[in-house]
């Protein structure tokens, strides 16, 4: 989920109620077990995606593309993810046995790679957003057309898997709402939109698809900076409750026994928000977990970010593994790890892999 500067206003209308933050290095050699069977298909925002916004010169929207993300790779290049190396659907790809996500539709050719494709890209939504990124009714479009043509084949979608990570970029539409009522209606249309569109890859060939819930933004360091990232805030976290509850309802696993809802939102409160008397090893290993390794000296500037005369205007921190999130509201590589970790098990479970 990508940040943008002229999104900033939004925190200070969520403020009131939901506090909402809008939100690879390659593993290390090692004997994966392809299941050759299994493509992956990914849509989504940044929290997903492998490279699929433009190249073009450094700005917030395109830093992606620049030091320091990528900075944990082997030759330390950025490679378009909004992480210090790997992100969520590398992880799902891991578990299929391979080594990172599918090729990005960006780069799709006449055929599908036999691994699937990855269609997210940074800062979509369920509706248009200021970045421009394609919303997630456009990706499911781009999957449609190329079952329809031919491109994607019956062979791609026997035993597909589908990835559906939207991470909060809708609610910058309510920038300018003040109200609780329409603002849990806006939260309605989302949610029926997000499942609305999982049906759709159902319908167009999609065997089983996983459906992240919503993280808990009131623990991105977005929002906890401005506490010194000393504590989270209840009322963003409310907001991402309140949207889960409604997409879970609407998904409604128990009837379509080919979702599988991933509760990312357990996962993170478990390593940065834990509960005061359990005790979590995972969440222990983080030294920082609601500060970012990558900060901005600005409030409102960005990793990455350099004046004009090539000054940067972040600092960056020696070890990444010692911090949960990289930016101001993408975790680092060992933090994708950790919560994919606990998730692993379900999604396994779920698509019959032993």
Partial sequence: MAKLSSLLPFACCM?????????GARPAPSVYMDNGAYALFVFGDSFADTGNLPRSHLSEASREWYYPYGSSWGNNKPTGRFSNALVESDLIAQMLGRHEAPPTYKRRGSYVHPHGMNFAAGGAGVFSVPTGAPTLDKQVDHFRDLVQ??????GNLENSIALVAISGND?????N????G???EFI??????IAKQVHRLRNNGASKILVNNLHPLGCTPWVTRSTNYTECSFKGNTGA????????????????DYILHVDVNKAFNNLVNPNSNAKNAMSASFKNKLAPCCESIDVNGYCGQKG??????????????????WDDVHPTEAGWKAVMKQVEGPIKKFLGLH
């Fill in 15 to 23: 403020i009131f109620f939901l506090n909402a933050a809008l939100v």
């Fill in 149 to 154: 043509d031919g491109t994607i084949t019956r």
């Fill in 171 to 175: 609610y910058a539409r309510l920038a």
């Fill in 177 to 180: 709402v003040n109200s609780t």
């Fill in 182 to 184: 329409k603002m849990i």
């Fill in 188 to 193: 309605e249309k989302v949610t029926t939109e």
């Fill in 241 to 256: 409750d309140i949207h889960n509850g409604n997409l879970l309802m609407k998904i409604n696993t128990t009837v379509h």
């Fill in 308 to 325: 004009d005369n090539g000054t940067e205007l972040y600092t960056l921190c020696k070890n990444p593994g010692d911090y949960f999130f």
